[in-house]
């Protein structure tokens, strides 16, 4: 059987079909060319776009299952001496299966943007961005070379910039979006610092040509110290990841993200950008296989992630900032299985995650909808009635997130648990702890949001001022905000909201069952990710006791995970429907607790008091110090007040009188012949 091959021509139309799209949309749809072609041919072309990237990517993910592989110059940007800038696509399974989940799940986006963004002035900006975001993210993983993964990396951060503040006339948008734009800021200093370490010691920004000269630069130190240079740039690469991919401390941006439109929550959390960090270090695989210490911090890293902001998702009112705390507790989960090095498993979860994230975020984006755009759960309630197929299509999203067993989620999130206790890295008691633990955390808050939204009393419909208003997350004061009025009743959306919401309620529950094999215990990655399995054996230990799918789901039933993911439910079901007064009542027992999770651990404030008002008085002194009275004091004003004060005593000098000028002229004379005779006399002797 002959082995395809992929064509040039198609991966490079796989990007720039969604750029097509959004450069359309985005001049001739907007006010910048006078909105020449309208809202239907703004959203026409740019799903159109995404639509041709994804059937192109399901067919060269189909060829890449057969054998087809691509690692190829594209285009020669420039060259400097033998370092070579180059854009080239590098397609391997890794890179089909994220091809296939960015664009899949950008589709469906897209197709629901219809519904959600229909009275919005911005709707053709939207689809533009959308479309542009889509390119950034195909081109990040694509990438063959450290140049392209950077302009990827900086794209998909430049585009969720303009997303995030979308509603730009909200000042919450725009410090929300000014918040993401600075905090990636920070890990794209250490991520650039790691790609110019390994640039001057490899001289090449080539995957290939790094990989090749690891173990000559594992034998390297960094200039200056004892530390070892690949473990520095490891350390530094990731350090990027936890901006992207939201990891502690660097996640502040990303619950305020919420901010942008509920679609852009869902692409941003589900398929791209926050994805980008766990692609990133499954691809340097190679590299941080070498270095137990950086493999130790990924891992610690993750961990506190895990375990803490799943904390942060119990006390939230706001149905999208729930989801977006599960989104952040589910990262840490995917980097806890990355220090492990169980990188199959974690670019597993990643795509599990993806599918039953985007149905969670566009659920909550349903009911908004439906609530006439209050976002606080303490007024919904008794919605399965109204919303069937959000409610049937959130309680699925709901039951994989939990791991569930059958459902996608129970596949790779048992098996990242499984490989943290085969683990015995440093780091990896905390990690298995930190887990277990979410396992319940993780049930309960979802159930909570799950319970208050679709069941219980109805607490929509009353007079407004009964509403809760004592979050300040819930509080926005524009149109897209005002709830229900009395009497009023939701609705369901219409079907290009809940189309979807099927369509990805289907892998959520299907593609773990179907996929775990082949990607977790079978050859699908090959060579593209690399697992020491001497140093790391986790992942071998796990294909040892693996027995498929099935076996799988029917032995956790004797595992303790089933049952905390079980006592969570109960309990959110015990304290939110049936006994609501005891969490009232552990409120106002446990309120400093409570107070330090309202305050997200007070994170937030301390960027604000130590970073920002140290960056506002560094300026103020740079500004005062160096550029009033250094700059302009002493070398601008300084230099022309001291010329203007040689000036006015030079000036004298002229004072008109003949008198005067023939005495300086006879005493110039005078000194003239004494310097000549001083001279002549000095060369006789």
């Not at 006010?31 to 703004?42: D, H, M, P, V, Y």
């Not at 240079?229 to 660097?250: D, H, N, R, W, Y």
């Not at 375990?307 to 006390?315: A, E, K, N, P, Q």
């Not at 008085?617 to 110090?625: D, E, H, I, R």
Request: glycine content about 8%; hydrophobic content about 50%.
């Amino acid at each position: 059987m002959t082995t395809p091959t992929l064509n040039p021509l198609v991966l490079l139309a796989i990007p720039l079909a969604p750029l097509l799209g959004s450069a359309i949309a985005g001049l001739f749809g907007t006010k910048f060319f006078g909105n020449l072609i309208g809202r239907t041919a703004s959203h026409t072309v740019t799903i159109l776009g995404v639509a041709i990237a994804c059937l192109l990517s399901f067919m060269v993910l189909n060829d890449v299952m057969a054998g087809a592989r691509f690692n190829e110059t594209i285009y020669t940007w420039m060259q400097l001496g033998e370092l070579s800038l180059e854009v080239g696509f590098l397609v391997d399974p890794l890179t089909a299966m994220m091809m296939v989940v960015v664009t899949f799940v950008s589709l469906m986006v897209h197709i629901y943007t219809i519904g959600y963004m229909s009275e919005d002035e911005g709707y053709a900006r939207f689809f533009s961005y959308i479309s542009l975001f889509t390119f950034a993210m195909l081109m990040l993983v694509m990438s063959n070379n450290f140049l392209q993964l950077f302009f990827g990396w900086e794209a998909v951060g430049l585009v969720s910039y303009l997303l995030i503040g979308f509603w730009y006339k909200r000042p919450t948008a725009i410090f929300a979006n000014m918040k993401a734009f600075l905090v990636n800021r920070v890990g794209d200093f250490g991520f650039i610092l790691g790609i110019g370490l390994l640039l001057a010691y490899s001289g090449s920004m080539s995957y290939n040509d790094v990989f090749a000269q690891k173990e000559m630069m594992l034998q390297q130190v960094l200039p200056g110290t004892d530390w070892n240079l690949l473990t520095v740039a490891c350390i530094c690469l990731f350090i990027g990841a936890m901006g992207k991919s939201a990891q502690f401390p660097l996640h502040v941006w990303l619950p305020d993200s919420m901010e942008g439109p509920t679609p852009i929550s869902a692409l941003i959390h589900a398929a791209t950008m926050v994805t980008a960090g766990i692609f990133m270090v499954s691809r340097m695989s190679p590299l941080f296989e070498l270095s137990d210490t950086a493999l130790s911090f990924v891992l610690i890293i993750g961990s506190i992630t895990a375990l803490f902001m799943g904390f942060l998702g119990i006390v939230q009112n706001d149905i999208k900032r729930v989801v977006a705390y599960s989104t952040l507790s589910q990262l840490g989960y995917m980097t806890v299985a990355l220090g492990v090095s169980a990188y199959p498993i974690a670019v597993f979860h990643l795509m599990t995650h993806a599918f039953f994230k985007a149905l969670l975020f566009l659920g909550a984006g349903s009911v908004i909808m439906g609530m006439h755009h209050d976002q606080d759960m303490r007024n919904m309630g008794g919605l399965w009635k109204y919303m069937p197929i959000t409610w049937l299509t959130s309680l699925l999203g709901s039951l994989a997130l939990i791991g569930t067993p059958f459902f996608s989620g129970f596949y790779s999130k048992d098996s990242i648990i499984e490989a943290v206790a085969a683990s015995h890295i440093y780091g990896s008691g905390f990690a298995y702890f930190a887990v277990m633990a979410g396992v319940f955390i993780t049930a309960f808050y979802s159930f909570r949001m799950y319970f208050l939204v679709f069941h219980g009393k109805e607490r929509f419909g009353q007079a407004h001022d009964a509403h809760h208003s004592d979050d300040h997350h819930d509080d926005h004061h524009d149109d897209h905000h005002h709830g229900l009025a009395p009497g009023q009743k939701p609705h369901e959306s219409p079907w290009v909201v809940t189309l979807p919401l099927v369509l990805l309620a289907i892998p959520s529950v299907v593609i773990g069952y179907l996929a775990i094999g082949p990607m977790v215990f079978g050859e699908f990655f090959g060579d593209s990710i690399l697992v020491d399995a001497v140093k790391h054996p986790a992942m071998k230990e796990l294909s040892d006791a693996f027995h498929g799918p099935v076996a799988m789901a029917f032995h956790a039933l004797h595992t303790p995970v089933l049952y905390l993911a079980l006592g969570g439910i109960v309990t959110a079901a015990v304290f939110y429907l049936w006994l609501p007064q005891i969490p009232a009542f552990f409120a106002r027992v446990l309120s400093p607790v409570k107070k330090v999770l309202d305050n997200k651990y007070y994170l937030d404030d301390f960027n604000q008091a130590v970073f920002a008002k140290g960056a506002r008085l560094l300026g103020a002194g740079l500004w005062k110090g160096a550029d009033q009275k250094l700059i302009d004091g002493l070398i601008v004003n300084g230099s022309a007040n001291m010329i203007a004060y040689f000036s006015s005593r030079v000036r004298k000098v002229q004072s008109g009188f003949l008198y005067h000028y023939a005495f300086a002229m006879i005493l110039g004379l005078i000194g003239l012949i004494a310097w000549i005779l001083y001279t002549h006399l000095g060369s006789i002797q």
